[in-house]
């Protein structure tokens, strides 16, 4: 049972563009709500991360905006830059563990 | 301050055999957990160790075991390898590994199973 839906599976975007990923979860227990940027050959690293008592964070050019009561949170990466290609995982957690999304491989194009 | 290394970097193992990883985390974090990643079934969590206690553990058969050590070192064995197994195995820490601290992933262990 996959407890965090991510959308899309990949995307395209021009460079300056902007990137946008949605992810779901069900379980009103998650406190901890993390995206991770991951390149090929390496693991995933931590981007930006919020908790549910806050509807938006911003850092440099990525912002996650968080809806509680839909169950929703979005990553939103501004003036999209080829080395922002990479696949990002958005993820949920809770009692020492992550629940991770599918992934979403972003293409940047210059 | 160094990440979390992992060894070995890739593995070749045969059906039925078994395989022991290594994971060292951050210095000072007391969590480690383990992840499995492939192309299907996309990160899966395996268990989570906080000083030498396994806390949480995943949705995997009794064939993946782990273990951690008192400097927070840990290993995770898989024994009796299937096709299946074949996959990046992700070591990753925190300070406290209470959902809320950043996990910090190594590069992992890439399991090929033939």
């Known amino acids: 049972q996959q407890q965090v839906k991510q959308s899309p599976q990949s995307l395209i975007v021009q460079k300056g563009g902007i990137s946008i990923i949605n992810c779901a979860y069900e379980n009103t227990a998650f406190d901890y709500f993390p995206w991770y940027q991951q390149f090929p050959g390496k693991g995933p690293a931590l981007l930006i991360a919020?908790?549910?008592?806050?509807s938006e964070k911003k850092e440099g050019r990525f912002t996650i905006s968080f809806n509680k009561s839909a169950k929703q949170f979005s990553l939103h990466i501004m003036d999209s830059q080829p080395g922002d290609s990479a696949t990002y995982f958005c993820a949920a957690g809770n009692d020492y563990k992550l629940s991770f999304g599918a992934g979403t491989t972003v293409t940047v194009r210059a | 301050k160094a990440g979390v290394t992992q060894t070995p970097r890739y593995l070749i193992k045969t059906r039925g055999q078994q395989v022991t990883l290594s994971c060292s985390p951050i210095?000072?974090?007391?969590?480690v957990s383990w992840y499995q990643q492939t192309p299907g079934q996309g990160l899966q969590f395996l268990f989570e160790?906080?000083?030498?206690?396994?806390?949480n553990k995943g949705n995997f058969p009794g064939r993946f075991s782990g273990r951690q050590f008192s400097n927070s070192r840990s290993e995770m064995n898989v024994s009796t390898l299937e096709l299946g197994d074949s996959a990046l195995y992700l070591c990753a820490s925190s300070l406290a590994g209470d959902g809320g601290s950043p996990l910090h992933f190594g590069n992992g262990t890439r399991l090929t199973v033939t």
């Open positions: 210095s000072g974090h007391r969590s």
């Open positions: 160790y906080f000083s030498e206690t396994q806390r």
């Open positions: 919020i908790r549910p008592d806050v």
